[in-house]
């Protein structure tokens, strides 16, 4: 039998809604406030998920091509 683990998860891919409402309060939920990135869509849906989710308090960046990303 295994002992107990532990690990973290590096990446999550997660589609969100037009508005970014669901995604901004499925992000809410996490107590460590961690780093959000928006690399997929459109920039103006990135723009409009980065505004859904920083009007709940959460930041995230829309990182441009060829932006390294540190730990």
């Keep these: 039998m295994l002992g107990p683990c532990q690990f973290s998860v590096d990446t999550i891919g997660v589609a ?8 901004a309060c499925w992000a809410g939920a996490f107590r460590n406030n961690p780093r ?9 849906t ?10 709940s308090g959460i930041e995230a960046k829309v990182p441009a091509y060829g932006d390294r990303i540190e730990r």
């Design 36 to 44: 959000f990135y928006l690399v997929h869509g459109e920039s103006g």
């Design 16 to 23: 969100a809604d037009e508005e970014g409402g669901e995604f």
């Design 46 to 55: 990135q723009e409009a998920f980065k505004s859904a989710l920083a009007e």
